[in-house]
């Protein structure tokens, strides 16, 4: 199958992970558009996530995250790299397994705090132990990351190229993922 005929991408994982990174190229391999859903949040809403968290608290910022996810992953041929917590929502997860292809970013808490540590545009680390809310975080999103993926590949010690190859052999080897659902 050529690789236009792939349908939309989305990258989910956790912070840290590379879903803004490798989705980025990936989109440049496949030209289509990229989008990020914290980024595409924070541009409508005139204002950045942690200043979002302030004012409207987690419950506010996701539930611009819901409808955000709704519109982005009917948009035609993009690769969307979603935020860490996205697949918290049911709505969100079936949008994402219903409407395309999901990668699953996955990475140790140990590289999570290397690529985070100097990050301070991430309220849910703004804590006296990242790494106890890291750790926290996964056990709770590791199993709905595994149960929406259509492919998981380990982020760590991986160069982002390396990766893009890595989806993309597996996108045109899984003919069932070019069919997506209605």
Request: charged letters at 25%; proline letters at 7%.
């Amino acid at each position: 199958m050529p690789l236009n005929a792939i349908p939309r991408i989305f990258l989910v994982g956790p912070m840290g992970a590379g879903k803004t990174t490798i989705g980025r190229r990936l989109a440049l391999v496949l030209q289509r558009d990229f989008l990020d859903s914290d980024q595409e949040i924070e541009q409508r809403a005139g204002a950045n996530i942690p200043l979002i968290f302030e004012v409207e608290g987690e419950t506010g910022f996701r539930i611009r995250e819901k409808a955000m996810i709704a519109e982005l992953t009917q948009r035609p041929a993009i690769v969307l790299a979603t935020g860490g917590g996205a697949i918290l929502d049911p709505d969100n997860r079936r949008c994402l397994v219903r409407r395309g292809f999901v990668v699953y970013l996955q990475t140790s808490v140990n590289e999570q705090l290397s690529r985070t540590c100097h990050d301070h545009h991430r309220p849910l680390l703004q804590t006296a132990d990242p790494r106890t809310r890291l750790e926290s975080l996964l056990a709770i999103r590791d199993p709905l990351y595994r149960e929406a993926a259509d492919l998981i590949i380990t982020s760590d010690g991986q160069s982002p190229r390396a990766i893009v190859q890595k989806i993309i052999k597996r996108i045109q080897e899984d003919s069932a993922c070019l069919i997506p659902a209605p």
